[in-house]
């Protein structure tokens, strides 16, 4: 997990100058901090709690960067009984990132969002559509029986009001990256061809800079 709980309750980044716990079994944690990959907290070995077990390091990218924006984000937040990358309350957005195109999980974020009063916003890692054929700008799945692009059209149909606003994350290190530029990218459903998930062609940055003041990740995930 990327914030720990300290002694008096408050959550905590990494660090050897202060013991971290667990939020939902309370254990002490081990601090994670290579040179490498962003730092983190992890269970000891053989403790069997799943709270953010799964947690990559492409998300904690993600997590670390909403963090350290502020402005209202809190990163690995739990509401409504549905545990959330990120939540801001001030500009009423939740926060997914998502390596699976896994409908269920993806309605059940949604389904909490909303209870929440909150607009999801889903990040995707380009491992989620690995089994997508791309052209043109959209992304089809080679089996006509997928109905993949249900989700899209439920949310993100172009010309409606979207419930759900969805991105693409293309890095220079991603696979597959589908011959696109380094940026996160809008994807929607206009139904033409009918079962393909649009890609917008122009990009928003991804990562924001010290002297960037428009065109940031942040401004990029929630407004299309």
């Not at 254990?27 to 901090?33: D, G, I």
């Amino acid at each position: 997990m990327f914030l720990a709980r300290s002694a008096t309750g408050i959550r905590i980044s990494a660090t050897r100058d202060e013991r971290g716990f667990c939020p939902s079994c309370h254990e002490q944690l081990t601090a994670k901090m290579g040179d490498i990959n962003v730092w983190h907290w992890s269970h000891r070995p053989g403790e069997a709690c799943p709270y953010r077990k799964a947690t990559t390091f492409w998300q904690y990218g993600w997590i670390s960067h909403y963090h350290s924006l502020g402005g209202g984000w809190e990163v690995e937040a739990h509401a409504g009984g549905f545990d959330f990358d990120g939540v801001n309350r001030e500009t009423k957005h939740a926060l997914m990132l998502a390596e699976k195109l896994d409908q269920s999980v993806l309605q059940a974020f949604v389904r909490a969002s909303n209870e929440q009063g909150l607009k999801p916003v889903i990040i995707f890692h380009p491992q989620a559509f690995k089994s997508f054929q791309f052209k043109d700008y959209r992304l089809q799945h080679p089996r006509r029986a997928d109905n993949s692009w249900v989700f899209f059209f439920s949310h993100a149909f172009h010309g409606h009001k979207r419930t759900a606003s969805l991105w693409l994350d293309i890095d220079k290190e991603t696979v597959p990256r589908f011959g696109l530029r380094a940026g996160i990218y809008n994807l929607y459903y206009s139904g033409d061809p009918h079962g393909a998930i649009t890609v917008n062609p122009t990009p928003r940055l991804k990562h924001l800079s010290a002297s960037a003041a428009e065109g940031d990740v942040q401004s990029a995930a929630l407004e299309e």
